[in-house]
């Protein structure tokens, strides 16, 4: 069974960095694809950014374009979340995810559970 483990977020001011991680267990991240996925506050989640298995290709929803940075290390079965440029709107609970599926991942069809998400808070 899959378990995630988000951690690393926190308070940062806008224009500032956080870097949030994600252990996976339960399954191997060089057979899954990997996912990050946010929730603000009164809103549904939504797809953040998307990493083929083993590191490969990433793909990014547009308002993340050219500041996010996903990324793993396939020793630790742990996927990062680079954020540069951090905006107001960036506020909310970031979660990952892993499907066997890319296009499942970015288009946020998972069906499998969730982890507990950290909080990330762009504020001056």
């Known amino acids: 069974q899959v378990q995630l483990a988000e951690s690393g977020g926190g308070l940062a001011q806008p224009g500032g960095s956080l870097r949030i991680s994600c252990v996976v267990s339960?399954?191997?991240?060089?057979?899954?694809?990997m996912g990050w996925f946010r929730q603000a506050p009164g809103k549904a989640r939504e797809f953040v950014a998307a990493l083929k298995r083993r590191g490969g290709s990433a793909y990014y929803e547009d308002s993340v374009k050219g500041r996010f940075t996903v990324s793993c290390d396939i020793a630790k079965n742990t996927v990062y979340l680079q954020m540069d440029s951090l905006k107001p709107e960036d506020t909310g609970v970031y979660y990952c995810?892993?499907?066997?599926?890319?296009?499942?991942?970015?288009?946020?069809?998972?069906?499998?559970?969730w982890g507990p998400g950290t909080l990330v808070t762009v504020s001056s």
């Open positions: 995810n892993v499907d066997r599926s890319f296009g499942v991942i970015t288009t946020g069809t998972l069906q499998g559970t």
């Open positions: 339960g399954v191997s991240i060089t057979t899954y694809a």
